[in-house]
């Protein structure tokens, strides 16, 4: 099979470290190397995203803001999707958040269904409240995800939303949305180690 997107592209990664072709976790194997926050790098998406004849992975068109489903060269299904709306937060370290949908390879390393969202710090700065303990019950919501989730990394997965207007728009935080009806049909289809190809 052959990627029809373009043949290389420079991607941005803004997760703060993320393995090109391992999943969720992992540690990269010889040969593989770990991407910084902020670094740019030539990524050849013809090589990269080879799969079966058989096998099911996603392409997600940033800038068309699409999700599709193949298995091998054939198209299964086309979703809209919500992604990152841009901008920056500072911390308090003088780091910076960042609200774009990272670009690049690669694979879903959990599935959740009915999941609970875990509020990290920005949340409650851009609010403008005091961020409670790590794990403190009150950084846990219901239904902010959806229905599923599919993650790719700690800080992005693919979610289901309530917020049916968010979806199709740049309005995220980097995460992509769907809406539940639509994530409902991917989220069988794809198993742990599913590739998931970013592009912008």
Known sequence: MTFSGPRTVRSIFTPLALVLGVGFGAVPAAGQGVIALGESIEVDYARASAVGAEEVYLHVSVDDRRLSVYRGSKLLHRFPVGVGKGGTLRRLDGSVWEWSTPTGIFEIGRKKEDPRWYAPDWYF????????????????????????????????????????????????????????????????????????IVTP
């Open 125 to 196: 700065i851009e609010k403008g409240r005091s961020v409670p303990p790590d794990y403190a019950e009150e950084r846990y919501f219901d239904g902010m995800l959806g229905d599923y989730a599919l993650y790719l990394s700690d800080e992005i997965a693919i979610h289901g939303t309530e917020d049916r207007a968010s979806v199709g728009r740049a309005a995220s935080h980097g995460c992509l949305r769907m809406h539940n009806e639509d994530i409902a049909v991917v989220f069988p289809l794809v198993r742990i180690g599913t590739k998931v």
